[in-house]
């Protein structure tokens, strides 16, 4: 993580830019620490996907001063109360997870997906963006690219 805070310390995007990972790398680090060198970075954002809402308290204080939001990230079976409650303080966007299980690992579009995707806009105050499987043209799932589109704020692609 060090040497990422290194890195990200050195460029400068023309859009903002997130920190994903696990709760551990951000501990480890030393979370308040991280946040101080990330001041003068574009780093807007962390998704921290095993972070549990219940626990967000332990983070959230240590962001309130900072231009980093916690971003929620909400999986095909969160419902509708769980959706709510992660997308009520919210910030910048919500980051709606697209497939069960790993990413990219050739999971079938779901037909359910369109209707997921419309609870969320209708519970999120803020813009939500999609994580597509990988690739994002993946023949395998050749519907799911169009659609989430059609439906969405933002689109994110993972490879």
Known sequence: MKKIVHALQEIHSPVPLILMGYTNSFFRYELE??????????????????LPCEHRQMILPLL??????????????SPLSRIHQLTKDAEGFVYAVTVNGT???GQSYKNSLDEHLRQVTKESPIPYLPALVS?????????????TVQSSDRLSSHR
């Open 33 to 50: 620490q991280l946040v101080a060198n990330l001041a003068t970075t574009d780093v807007q954002g962390f998704i921290i996907p095993d």
């Open 135 to 147: 690739p994002l043209l993946n023949t395998s799932v050749p519907s799911s690219p169009a659609v």
């Open 103 to 105: 990413t990219g690992t």
């Open 64 to 77: 309130e001063t900072s231009k980093i939001a916690l971003i929620p990230l909400i999986s095909l079976t």
